[in-house]
């Protein structure tokens, strides 16, 4: 779903918002600055509330909010499920395929 959009079609199997997506669907706030960045347990936690509530809104089978760097947050109802992001290899490119 999009902000200027409608939400799913209710008996949609799978939701995918992303975090500022289901904030803004869940009807709350976007979290403002902070005085220090947001951990991975607020994320989590934000993440696992606004899925309950689209859940219960949009009549989805399951939604998964997607965190960026924390990577997805499956909530079928039940505990949800954290599927972390791949690992990611930092460094210099220059060369590559060389």
Known sequence: PHPAGGPPVPGT??????????RHFAGKPAPGVAARPENHRDVLRRATADARTLLDRWGVASVA??????GALLSRGGPPLLVPAPWRANGDCCGAGD
Not at 13 to 22: G, K, S, V, Y
Not at 65 to 70: A, D, M, N, S
């Open 65 to 70: 909010v997607t965190l960026g760097e924390h």
């Open 13 to 22: 199997r799978l939701a995918t918002p992303a975090a500022a997506e289901a």
